[in-house]
């Protein structure tokens, strides 16, 4: 029946919890490079050079269409090639940050089109360069809503970060994995991991919920 | 256009000198949508602190002269002047080309416009909408651009509600907090789109007590939209009805709404007195 060994799990836990931290930094790193990129890509679509727009929609459709496994695989290993030699971690963050732009930038481009287009018109009214526009009327208005999606794809890269473990990065997954093989257990790791995904997803998605309703009532945009 | 547009620009000219020089000038401007004609060669003077009103049946492009000269919308043919200078136009080698944004940018500085829905900042307060344009465009520093900004807040009578953001306030006081937003910016020309028309009946005389209360104080130019005939009447130098894209008769309040001389004037006339 069930082996739980509890000697085992005190055992592996202070391991497991710093691999946890590993997995934090690999999802917060990655997070933060999809959050800038994610608005680049939507802003470069929103240029008048249709090049600039066909380039990056096309780019983001591609890496919408393919595997988060095989880019990872394809910046560290084919990388080389093309003389981008780049640390599992570094290859990791780009790889994860790049996908998750993609998926970013289409919450960002929804933001931004559901702002009215009055806000525009009065924004112009007052002479505010695009650049102000953007930044002080738009982008401001267009978080609120686009939070909600920030937030699903923030517990998406928490929970895609094993996949970097095929690279040799030291999150939780490639650690569990390593704790399984060195003792040939793996009900204690494998739950362990498991458990620790739960404690930092639930709590996640329920302050990003309470940051939006806090956001929307500091902006005054309820009533 | 199939004739050559730098032919048809030479015929316009670089900029408006001499004694009575219009603070707007609309020279044979034709605004399409596709194949619909929305303004049709129109020709159009208002002279520096002139109140001129238009108004005619929807449809007739009374809201896209306004907004041509917010230049929200652009123009298919024809030049339009601000204070002398191009504004759709800008002079290059001794002729007149496309203006490009910068060129637009400095002569859009002359102009402000109130919208039908307001289109306040939401996520600003009252004052914030006030001092965005002074601070961001203009340089002023936080504490002039509040101190303007309270000021133009007090001629408005919304004073007491700038720390209010736009969705704790009434139409008719965003509406007013819109003409203070507007009037920081220091236009020389401030335009009107049907502002009274998303309000309800009991606030639109604070909102058409603030106009009336710009055209008694201030030299400004103002070009106002609205179905308001009563309002237009009161405070309007001109009246311009439009109708198909065109002026069908212009004059003073007096003159087009007591004694129209066109028919389609006294049936629009007539129409909307009903109405009213």
């Given at each position: 029946m069930l082996d739980w060994k509890m000697d085992f799990t005190w055992e592996i836990l202070p391991r497991l919890l710093l691999a946890a931290g590993n997995t934090m930094l690999a999802a917060g790193g990655g997070y933060a490079v999809a959050v800038v990129l994610g608005l680049v890509f939507a802003l470069a679509q929103r240029t008048r050079s249709r090049t600039l727009t066909f380039i990056v929609r096309e780019l983001v459709e591609f890496i919408r269409s393919t595997p988060l496994l095989l880019q990872i695989f394809f910046i560290f290993y084919v990388g080389p090639q093309f003389g981008l030699r780049l640390s599992p971690w570094a290859a990791g963050l780009i790889a994860i940050g790049l996908h998750y732009a993609a998926y970013l930038s289409e919450v960002y481009r929804g933001g931004i089109e559901n702002v009215p287009k009055g806000q525009w018109e009065a924004a112009r009214a007052i002479n505010l360069s695009t650049v102000t526009t953007y930044r002080r009327i738009i982008i401001p208005q267009a978080l609120p809503p686009a939070l909600a999606g920030m937030g699903n794809y923030l517990v998406g890269i928490f929970k895609d970060t094993p996949m970097l473990s095929v690279i040799g990065v030291a999150e939780l997954m490639h650690t569990a994995n390593s704790i399984g093989a060195e003792n040939f257990r793996y009900l204690e790791p494998y739950t362990i991991v498991g458990l620790i995904f739960l404690a930092i997803s639930l709590p996640t998605a329920w302050l990003i919920r309470r940051f939006e309703t806090a956001l929307r009532r500091k902006m005054g945009l309820t009533r | 256009m199939k004739h050559d547009k730098r032919h048809d620009l030479s015929?316009?000219?670089l900029r408006l000198e001499g004694d009575n020089v219009p603070m707007v000038r609309f020279q044979n401007v034709t605004k399409r949508y596709g194949s619909l004609t929305v303004l049709d060669g129109l020709n159009l003077d208002v002279a520096e602190g002139e109140m001129v009103t238009i108004i005619g049946p929807s449809g007739s492009g009374k809201t896209t002269v306004l907004r041509m000269l917010m230049t929200l919308e652009t123009i298919d043919s024809g030049v339009i002047y601000v204070d002398g200078e191009p504004l759709t136009h800008m002079e290059k080698n001794g002729r007149l080309v496309r203006a490009n944004a910068a060129h637009l940018r400095l002569i859009r500085s002359k102009i402000g416009m109130c919208f039908q829905h307001f289109n306040l900042f939401p996520h600003m307060t009252a004052l914030g909408n006030c001092i965005e344009g002074p601070m961001q465009v203009l340089g002023l520093s936080k504490q002039e651009a509040e101190e303007r900004a309270l000021e133009l807040l007090d001629l408005v009578g919304m004073a007491d509600k700038r720390d209010q953001h736009p969705s704790r306030l009434s139409g008719g006081q965003q509406q007013r907090v819109a003409i203070a937003r507007a009037l920081a910016m220091r236009p020389k020309v401030m335009l009107f789109d049907?502002?009274?028309?998303?309000?309800d009946p009991e606030v639109i005389s604070e909102v058409t007590g603030v106009i009336r209360g710009l055209v008694d104080q201030h030299n400004l130019t103002m070009l106002m939209v609205t179905h308001q005939i009563g309002f237009a009447r009161e405070i309007s130098d001109r009246i311009c009805l439009f109708f198909d894209g065109k002026i069908e008769e212009q004059g003073s309040p007096e003159m087009l709404l007591d004694n129209p001389q066109n028919e389609r004037t006294q049936q629009f006339l007539s129409a909307v007195l009903e109405a009213n």
């Open positions: - | 015929q316009y000219p049907e502002v009274t028309s998303a309000l």
